[in-house]
């Protein structure tokens, strides 16, 4: 058992993998080539078409040990991991892996299939029930968190191998050419599964909208692709792009996202070539509803918007505040319909978009971000994955990946949830270092990193709540008091990622 | 001059809300215990409150209290209660007459002595709520040296009128002008009604900017969403600010020149002129939005 750099305990094995511990964001280096997957030869009257996913198993010639991998785009209205980890239960499989883009809430249909043997790992994060029931022990199932760009990173190092990648395609030729943008299943952006379907070992294209070749835009294509299959329906539209993105009403969401506004403009980035991310939560679209106002106020013309894509970004792009938007993921059905027509509006993959493993990703070039949080600590670090009952219950997504890439990395919390602080001696669980994160955002005080002495100055001179992040911490667990910390036992349910694919935190088995 | 531009309604029985009253820019919270706290809850909302303005020490806004009617059962316990716990002051709702605010200005008097404050300590900004209560305005205005200034309430008042409130409010016109006057009169400010729809952001702008026209010095409202508007609203614009520089710099020379009157952009600049663009000037002062010394010899010239 060591300590990595941030003080978390790290063991030096952990399922028959050596650990890594992390030293810091920037030092470790890839000393690998690129992963190979198998060259073939079609001949010209060669069908890819197949029956159906228990064929196109068979063909992928899986035997127990391995792993498959899908694409979270359709989140929770995918049926298709579920009905795979199904197929694979009537062929007998057993401990097979999971390496998919993220699990959701809707797949806790292979909960019973984890409990048989069926499953025994996850590659990447896990929203909700499955992560959970892990953390509590209930269910054993090996899981290794992972932002998008670690994941990606993971697949081009040959890190995890994905034997079988199934890429659920809105729209398909017979050949395997496919897009997001056109079917009763669209989901805009396919960004995630460009590097399974470089990087798998046999690539599977699902759908249920198989068009006349050729399937028009190619987003993935014939050349990557090994069979297809049709099926009745790839998961529930309604689902799909549901995520609600509307501005807060909350007073004081709308307070963060004034202050987080004022801390990017008084940061100086705000000038024509600005690019900016921030999410799909209701506090990040009223930053971005404050960013656009100041950059009308003040004439500035956005080079690119980026990240998952809604319909509040497409809006800005059209209006001429963006000139590009980096699409790695639609979050709603304005972000599809935009990408159908707006040549402006990019699919990127996941590699290209986060990946700290390649010539530069798109993160590299992003003045600011906004980010969440369930935690933050007096050291900066962000806690996105557990809550502060212990329990695994989020993924990263792109969290640690933009916050080292990003010129100015925001967080935005309220400063308490119910009656517990936000802000911590330490987080429970590091998702991101602190290393990264240059300004924390509260309605009761804006805590800004020691790198940035001017930007301190700036604020102040504006008026604004700048604090010390450890009176900041003592000022809030004044009201709040200080919650008991929650108590866990030895065993490691799930190891996090850093980006880099060295380990920045282990998750505990909560003590009941 | 003290800015009491938006007076915002935190309710009692709330903790979550009331442990955000520091982070919200109002210039006052009046913390509720009349119509926003159920009965039975009255007695929770007083010991919430009272404990929230103790722990609240380092106090960055104005503090109201709204009691219940002194009609009630419950105004004399909200008094014990609060008053301990030193909130600036009172608004007191069916402020129908003076003899109302006479009865409080006692009661608030005798818990002075009791707390050993100095007497006047607290403030009343009585809530002028029925047409008995416009009525007599004039005279509840002078009825206490302890007013800061009269308040509105709509609500009540058209439930006793008798109609039902518009967005557009033509049928409270005559109400807020009398109370203008009223307030006007006796030298205080004067606070008008909520605006209920919190959704309604263009309406609020129109309402309030039409309640400034009238001669309101601020608004009440009841959700803190509504504050920046208000703000907005209220804050003098650089285009009226700097007529107003103007105004002070044409008499300057007009007194030099040894006469009270001189035309500017060809308008006539006298003192009535001049006293309206002091009252700009003195408020963008206080909004610290200029640096300018603004004496009684600027404003009305060496005697």
């Known amino acids: 058992m060591a300590k990595n750099s941030l003080g978390r305990e790290i063991p030096a094995l952990w399922r028959g993998r050596a650990l890594d511990p992390y030293i810091d964001p920037w030092s470790r280096k890839p ?184 399937a028009a835009p190619i987003s993935i294509s ?72 100041l950059m009308a106020e003040n004439g500035v013309k956005g080079s690119f918007g980026c990240g998952g894509i809604t319909g509040y970004f497409v809006d800005m792009l059209e209006e001429g505040y963006f000139e590009t938007l980096f699409d790695v993921q639609c979050f709603d059905n304005k972000a599809v319909d935009s990408m159908r027509r707006n040549p402006c509006h990019r699919e990127i993959s996941a590699d290209l978009y986060a990946s700290p493993f390649n010539r530069g990703c798109v993160a590299n070039m992003l003045d600011c971000v906004i980010l969440g949080a369930t935690e933050v600590d007096v050291d900066f670090n962000v806690n996105v994955n557990t809550e502060s009952s212990g329990y695994l219950l989020h993924n990263t997504g792109g969290h640690c990946d933009v916050a080292a890439g990003a010129k100015l990395a925001i967080v935005v919390a309220p400063s308490m949830r119910g009656r517990l602080p936000v802000v911590r001696d330490a987080v429970t669980t590091v998702t991101t270092p602190g290393e990264t994160v240059d300004v924390i955002v509260t309605e009761r005080g804006i805590c800004v990193s020691d790198k940035h002495p001017d930007l301190v100055a700036e604020l102040r001179r504006r008026n604004l709540p700048v604090k010390d992040i450890r009176q900041f911490h003592e000022e809030i667990t004044k009201v709040t008091g200080k919650p008991r910390p929650v108590e866990f036992e030895d065993e490691i349910v799930a190891l996090v990622e850093y980006r880099d694919g060295s380990i920045i935190d282990v998750i505990r088995k909560v003590h009941e | 001059m003290r800015l009491r531009r938006s007076l915002l309604y935190v309710p009692g029985n709330m903790p979550g809300m009331l442990q955000n009253i520091p982070v919200f820019e109002a210039d006052v919270v009046m913390i509720d215990l009349e119509d926003a706290v159920p009965l039975q809850e009255k007695d929770a909302a007083r010991l919430l409150a009272r404990n929230f303005l103790r722990s609240y020490t380092d106090r960055n ?72 209560g416009v009525l007599n305005s004039v005279a509840t205005a002078v009825s206490s040296p302890r007013l800061v200034a009269l308040a509105f309430g709509a609500e009540d008042f058209t439930a006793s009128m008798e109609i039902d409130r518009t967005k557009t409010g033509e049928e409270l016109f005559s109400a807020r002008t009398q109370i203008v006057w009223a307030a006007k009169a006796a030298g205080l400010q004067v606070i008008d009604t909520i605006f209920p729809d919190v959704n309604d952001m263009e309406a609020l702008r129109t309402e309030t900017a039409l309640i400034k026209r009238l001669g309101f010095t601020g608004k009440s409202l009841v959700n803190p969403r509504q504050i920046e508007i208000i703000h907005e609203v209220f804050r003098p614009s650089a285009k009226e600010i700097e007529h107003a520089l103007e105004v002070m710099d044409a008499i300057k020379r007009a007194r030099e020149m040894g006469t ?3 035309s500017l952009k060809g308008r006539m600049v006298d003192a009535p002129v001049v006293t309206r663009a002091a009252r700009v000037l003195k408020t963008a002062i206080a909004f610290g939005m200029i640096d300018f010394e603004l004496t009684d010899e600027v404003i009305h010239g060496e005697k």
């Not at chain 1, 307070?255 to 004022?262: D, G, Q, S």
């Open chain 2, 61 to 132: 806004k104005e503090m109201f209290v709204r009691i219940n009617g002194l009609d009630t059962p419950y105004a004399l316990d909200d008094l014990r209660e609060i008053l301990p716990a030193l909130p600036d002051g009172i608004r007191l709702p069916k402020a129908d007459n003076p003899e109302v605010v006479e009865k409080l200005d006692t009661l608030l008097t005798e818990q002075e002595e009791q707390l050993g404050l100095e007497i006047g300590h607290f403030k009343i900004i009585p809530s002028i709520e029925s047409a008995q």
């Open chain 2, 260 to 262: 009270g009157v001189i």
């Open chain 1, 222 to 293: 014939q050349s990557d692709v090994d069979y297809v299959v049709q099926i009745e329906s790839l998961g529930d539209p309604k689902k799909i792009v549901s995520t609600t993105t509307r501005v807060t009403r909350d007073p004081a969401g709308l307070l963060i996202a004034k202050y987080a506004a004022e801390v990017i403009h008084a940061s100086g980035l705000l000038k024509d070539g600005f690019s900016f991310q921030t999410g799909a939560g209701g506090t990040s679209l009223a930053v971005a509803d404050n960013v656009r106002r």
């Open chain 1, 31 to 214: 000393e690998v080539l690129r992963a190979t997957r198998p060259l073939v030869r079609r001949h010209p009257s060669d069908s890819k078409l197949l029956p159906s996913l228990r064929a196109a198993l068979e063909k992928c010639e899986l035997r127990n040990g391995m792993n498959i991998s899908t694409h979270h785009h359709l989140r929770n209205g995918d049926l298709l991991l579920n009905l795979l980890v199904k197929e694979m239960d009537a062929m007998g499989l057993m401990d097979m892996g999971i390496a998919s883009s993220s699990v959701h809430d809707v797949h806790a249909e292979i909960i019973p299939y984890i409990r048989k043997g069926v499953i025994t790992r996850i590659e990447t994060g896990v929203n909700g029930l499955i992560a959970q029931m892990v953390s509590k022990g209930e269910l054993k199932c090996d899981i290794i968190v992972r932002s998008h760009g670690g994941r990606a990173r993971s697949l081009v190092t040959g890190e995890v191998e994905v034997d079988a990648a199934f890429i659920a395609a809105p729209c398909c030729d017979v050949t395997g050419n496919m897009n997001g943008v056109h079917g009763p299943s669209a989901c805009g952006s396919l960004g995630y599964a460009y590097t399974d379907a470089r990087y798998a070992k046999k690539v599977v294209a699902v759908t249920d909208n198989l068009v006349r070749y050729p």
